[in-house]
């Protein structure tokens, strides 16, 4: 009875309390937050899973305020080792243990802190130092409604955290009849650092098990984007007004301006962080601040890449021309240590190198100009990444290997099979893989891989801009821009559609009849956002983790790892080098995994996965931890039984040496890595709106222009882009 009355007390101060958004947060209304927020004063109920031997609770409100009730919830999933029962009438007893449950149970947990739980690599967890894993959602940069977390960690020891969020086009009907548009940046952000905030209070409170210091977070596309965007901007205070706003626990504004974020617990006051201990990010969409000229750069580098119109093969040269001068003006350096290469050619990682992009068309023909020591960096990490996966090779279970003609291997020939045999057949794309070694969906929605017909491109040289020597290219005359490839038309992203424009489409703009139309658009929108919102802050800046790694008020995560498809159109795999070079430069163990044969959030794939990133990550951070191996490949004794080999044949862009070495040049690792593009080009449908656009809207509208690169690209080359706008 004693905790219904303290929730009935809660929620008569929060009526009190109203517009704990605007105004200075009362401690009647920190008390009120705090006790409507405590699972011990909440409907909660367990459900337990004999199969899996976890509890998942109900899903419940993550703040006091929410706006959309059905998006703003948390769930989250407990190892069963971790739980005595179910306290059902507030005694602190177990009143109904795993083996009496039955459906759901209404009551808190009743935690055995003493049990422990070994994962599967050998860690040791307990329901105080067990790492709590976050879902970020926000597929598409999209709302995500709130469900019962899964247990996929349970096993491992982990507790598992799910929440909703608000996203790209959400909206809702207030009083007055009129829709309001909500999921506008940072909105999805601030849900998720809500929801933590929420379960890291519960864990002090001791109503959860977990620790509040081993947050990891994780997902996968905007979800992904949002999991590195989450770890990059940990605690941050410009993230605080928008959790204040719908009323989280835990951070609170004062009479002075300044903010509180802590926690009232057994009497004391308690620091609660809304950030991460460690991130794994699968084809993270961001920074889309650069996407679009980085991608288009990426694009540029392939002198046989065919444009579908003159005018996206002419903004995706301006845009190049930019990308190089943005990352010169960044003064870029890495460690060579910190990265495992000797970039200057000295046999030695000792020097500390300046990262450089260099134009010049007589030097760098085979990639448009473009060279330098940012690109040999690039260049070292693609071929890091392949040299890592044939290496690898020896994890790979289920796969069909197949001889030169075609023809699958006996089961003696598959078990008899060397590292160096195993390598020459995947840069020959002969194999098909088993359900252990497939990726995520990938261009075409082919599991992780791209469909290049078994062989390479046709890669000759065909027109293109003809640069003028010199540090960025001329873009004089307007000539030069041949159509490209052709195919069906697509749906292109407008306000109301959302869609993103397809590879296929021949149409520059279907928003705008006129470059001055589009123009304008651009530019009064641009200006919009960069006037901030209405807490004077741009949502385009907000959405930059660059911005926040390594920054003074941030709380850096320990340690990163981004996961990409080599192959994936959707980000540019610059994106991803920006942020490991941002976090190792900040002090965080940072790694990037670009895999060669994957497509957009590619899977965990030979031997790895995201428990071994964890406990491997627990074994170099916490004391008295084990420290992790990987586990030993044990190489498949049969062959699969796929009919044909479905790999991509490698052999035209790699070479493989007798020491089982590969080697590409710069031009053929592009020409690889841009074949299977799945966006239009340049990316995210820069000419108009189109995907992430959405994430900038405002109460009012729910697309806006953002791009400051792109605009300068329109107002500086008018010239050459007006010519061939929607022609």
Same mark, same amino acid.
């Given at each position: 009875?004693?905790?219904?009355?303290?929730?009935?007390?809660?929620?008569?101060?929060?009526?009190?309390?109203?517009?704990?958004?605007?105004?200075?947060?009362?401690?009647?209304?920190?008390?009120?937050?705090?006790?409507?927020?405590?699972?011990?004063?909440?409907?909660?109920?367990?459900?337990?899973?004999?199969?899996?031997?976890?509890?998942?609770?109900?899903?419940?409100?993550?703040?006091?305020?929410?706006?959309?009730?059905?998006?703003?919830?948390?769930?989250?999933?407990?190892?069963?080792?971790?739980?005595?029962?179910?306290?059902?009438?507030?005694?602190?007893?177990?009143?109904?243990?795993?083996?009496?449950?039955?459906?759901?149970?209404?009551?808190?947990?009743?935690?055995?802190?003493?049990?422990?739980?070994?994962?599967?690599?050998?860690?040791?967890?307990?329901?105080?130092?067990?790492?709590?894993?976050?879902?970020?959602?926000?597929?598409?940069?999209?709302?995500?409604?709130?469900?019962?977390?899964?247990?996929?960690?349970?096993?491992?020891?982990?507790?598992?955290?799910?929440?909703?969020?608000?996203?790209?086009?959400?909206?809702?009907?207030?009083?007055?009849?009129?829709?309001?548009?909500?999921?506008?940046?940072?909105?999805?952000?601030?849900?998720?650092?809500?929801?933590?905030?929420?379960?890291?209070?519960?864990?002090?409170?001791?109503?959860?098990?977990?620790?509040?210091?081993?947050?990891?977070?994780?997902?996968?596309?905007?979800?992904?984007?949002?999991?590195?965007?989450?770890?990059?901007?940990?605690?941050?205070?410009?993230?605080?007004?928008?959790?204040?706003?719908?009323?989280?626990?835990?951070?609170?504004?004062?009479?002075?301006?300044?903010?509180?974020?802590?926690?009232?617990?057994?009497?004391?006051?308690?620091?609660?962080?809304?950030?991460?201990?460690?991130?794994?990010? +699968?084809?993270?969409?961001?920074?889309?601040?650069?996407?679009?000229?980085?991608?288009?750069?990426?694009?540029?580098?392939?002198?046989?890449?065919?444009?579908?119109?003159?005018?996206?093969?002419?903004?995706?040269?301006?845009?190049?021309?930019?990308?190089?001068?943005?990352?010169?003006?960044?003064?870029?350096?890495?460690?060579?240590?910190?990265?495992?290469?000797?970039?200057?050619?000295?046999?030695?990682?000792?020097?500390?190198?300046?990262?450089?992009?260099?134009?010049?068309?007589?030097?760098?023909?085979?990639?448009?100009?473009?060279?330098?020591?940012?690109?040999?960096?690039?260049?070292?990490?693609?071929?890091?990444?392949?040299?890592?996966?044939?290496?690898?090779?020896?994890?790979?279970?289920?796969?069909?290997?197949?001889?030169?003609?075609?023809?699958?291997?006996?089961?003696?020939?598959?078990?008899?099979?060397?590292?160096?045999?195993?390598?020459?057949?995947?840069?020959?794309?002969?194999?098909?893989?088993?359900?252990?070694?497939?990726?995520?969906?990938?261009?075409?929605?082919?599991?992780?891989?791209?469909?290049?017909?078994?062989?390479?491109?046709?890669?000759?040289?065909?027109?293109?801009?003809?640069?003028?020597?010199?540090?960025?290219?001329?873009?004089?005359?307007?000539?030069?821009?041949?159509?490209?490839?052709?195919?069906?038309?697509?749906?292109?992203?407008?306000?109301?559609?959302?869609?993103?424009?397809?590879?296929?489409?021949?149409?520059?703009?279907?928003?705008?009849?006129?470059?001055?139309?589009?123009?304008?658009?651009?530019?009064?929108?641009?200006?919009?956002?960069?006037?901030?919102?209405?807490?004077?802050?741009?949502?385009?800046?907000?959405?930059?983790?660059?911005? +926040?790694?390594?920054?003074?008020?941030?709380?850096?995560?320990?340690?990163?790892?981004?996961?990409?498809?080599?192959?994936?159109?959707?980000?540019?795999?610059?994106?991803?080098?920006?942020?490991?070079?941002?976090?190792?430069?900040?002090?965080?163990?940072?790694?990037?995994?670009?895999?060669?044969?994957?497509?957009?959030?590619?899977?965990?794939?030979?031997?790895?996965?995201?428990?071994?990133?964890?406990?491997?990550?627990?074994?170099?951070?916490?004391?008295?931890?084990?420290?992790?191996?990987?586990?030993?490949?044990?190489?498949?004794?049969?062959?699969?039984?796929?009919?044909?080999?479905?790999?991509?044949?490698?052999?035209?862009?790699?070479?493989?040496?007798?020491?089982?070495?590969?080697?590409?040049?710069?031009?053929?690792?592009?020409?690889?890595?841009?074949?299977?593009?799945?966006?239009?080009?340049?990316?995210?449908?820069?000419?108009?709106?189109?995907?992430?656009?959405?994430?900038?809207?405002?109460?009012?509208?729910?697309?806006?222009?953002?791009?400051?690169?792109?605009?300068?690209?329109?107002?500086?080359?008018?010239?050459?882009?007006?010519?061939?706008?929607?022609?």
């Amino acid at each position: 009875m004693k905790k219904w009355i303290a929730m009935l007390l809660a929620l008569a101060l929060l009526a009190c309390g109203a517009g704990i958004a605007e105004e200075a947060v009362e401690v009647s209304d920190k008390a009120a937050i705090e006790a409507a927020l405590n699972l011990d004063n909440m409907d909660q109920e367990w459900t337990y899973s004999e199969e899996t031997d976890a509890w998942t609770l109900s899903v419940v409100t993550a703040v006091t305020k929410p706006v959309v009730e059905s998006e703003e919830g948390v769930s989250v999933c407990v190892p069963g080792a971790y739980v005595t029962g179910i306290d059902t009438d507030g005694d602190g007893a177990a009143d109904v243990t795993a083996e009496a449950a039955s459906g759901a149970v209404k009551g808190g947990l009743v935690i055995d802190w003493d049990a422990r739980i070994t994962s599967e690599n050998g860690q040791v967890y307990t329901a105080a130092t067990a790492p709590v894993i976050l879902n970020t959602g926000a597929a598409g940069y999209g709302n995500s409604t709130s469900t019962p977390a899964a247990a996929t960690y349970a096993a491992q020891g982990y507790v598992n955290v799910s929440c909703g969020n608000r996203g790209k086009q959400d909206s809702y009907v207030d009083e007055n009849g009129n829709t309001v548009y909500t999921g506008d940046a940072p909105s999805c952000l601030a849900d998720q650092k809500a929801a933590t905030r929420f379960v890291k209070y519960n864990i002090l409170l001791k109503n959860l098990p977990g620790s509040v210091d081993y947050w990891v977070s994780t997902g996968g596309s905007g979800g992904g984007a949002h999991a590195a965007m989450f770890a990059a901007t940990s605690n941050h205070p410009d993230f605080y007004d928008y959790q204040i706003e719908v009323g989280a626990v835990g951070v609170y504004k004062n009479a002075d301006g300044s903010y509180s974020t802590t926690v009232t617990i057994d009497g004391e006051e308690v620091e609660l962080s809304d950030g991460a201990w460690g991130c794994v990010a +699968y084809s993270a969409i961001t920074s889309l601040y650069e996407a679009d000229m980085a991608l288009a750069f990426e694009y540029t580098l392939n002198t046989g890449f065919r444009y579908n119109t003159d005018f996206q093969q002419a903004l995706a040269s301006c845009l190049s021309a930019e990308y190089m001068e943005y990352i010169n003006d960044q003064a870029l350096t890495v460690d060579e240590a910190a990265v495992g290469f000797d970039l200057d050619g000295d046999g030695a990682l000792s020097s500390e190198i300046a990262l450089t992009i260099e134009y010049d068309t007589e030097k760098y023909a085979d990639t448009n100009g473009y060279g330098g020591t940012y690109l040999d960096l690039y260049l070292a990490e693609l071929i890091e990444n392949l040299q890592w996966y044939v290496d690898s090779l020896g994890y790979a279970e289920g796969w069909t290997w197949f001889d030169a003609d075609g023809n699958a291997l006996s089961d003696e020939a598959v078990a008899a099979m060397t590292d160096a045999d195993r390598a020459l057949a995947f840069i020959e794309g002969r194999y098909a893989k088993g359900e252990t070694g497939r990726g995520g969906m990938g261009p075409s929605g082919m599991n992780g891989r791209a469909d290049f017909g078994g062989g390479r491109p046709d890669l000759a040289d065909g027109e293109r801009p003809d640069f003028a020597n010199g540090e960025k290219p001329d873009f004089a005359g307007g000539e030069g821009f041949p159509g490209g490839m052709s195919g069906d038309e697509m749906a292109v992203g407008t306000p109301d559609e959302g869609s993103t424009q397809g590879t296929g489409s021949g149409t520059d703009s279907r928003n705008y009849d006129s470059y001055d139309a589009l123009l304008a658009a651009y530019e009064t929108d641009v200006e919009a956002v960069a006037a901030g919102d209405a807490y004077g802050n741009s949502q385009v800046d907000l959405y930059n983790p660059l911005n +926040y790694i390594g920054d003074a008020d941030t709380e850096d995560p320990a340690w990163l790892r981004i996961v990409c498809g080599a192959v994936e159109g959707d980000i540019s795999m610059f994106n991803s080098l920006n942020i490991q070079l941002a976090a190792l430069d900040a002090g965080i163990d940072a790694a990037i995994e670009w895999q060669w044969d994957g497509g957009h959030v590619p899977g965990e794939v030979l031997g790895e996965s995201l428990a071994l990133w964890v406990d491997r990550m627990y074994g170099e951070y916490v004391d008295g931890a084990a420290a992790v191996e990987k586990a030993e490949a044990q190489p498949q004794a049969a062959n699969g039984t796929a009919e044909s080999p479905t790999g991509t044949d490698l052999s035209g862009w790699v070479s493989l040496d007798d020491a089982g070495n590969v080697c590409f040049t710069l031009a053929d690792g592009m020409a690889y890595r841009t074949s299977g593009a799945s966006k239009a080009v340049p990316g995210f449908d820069v000419i108009d709106y189109g995907q992430e656009d959405y994430v900038f809207g405002t109460a009012d509208a729910d697309a806006r222009h953002w791009s400051e690169w792109v605009l300068r690209a329109l107002e500086e080359n008018r010239e050459v882009l007006e010519p061939l706008y929607n022609q």
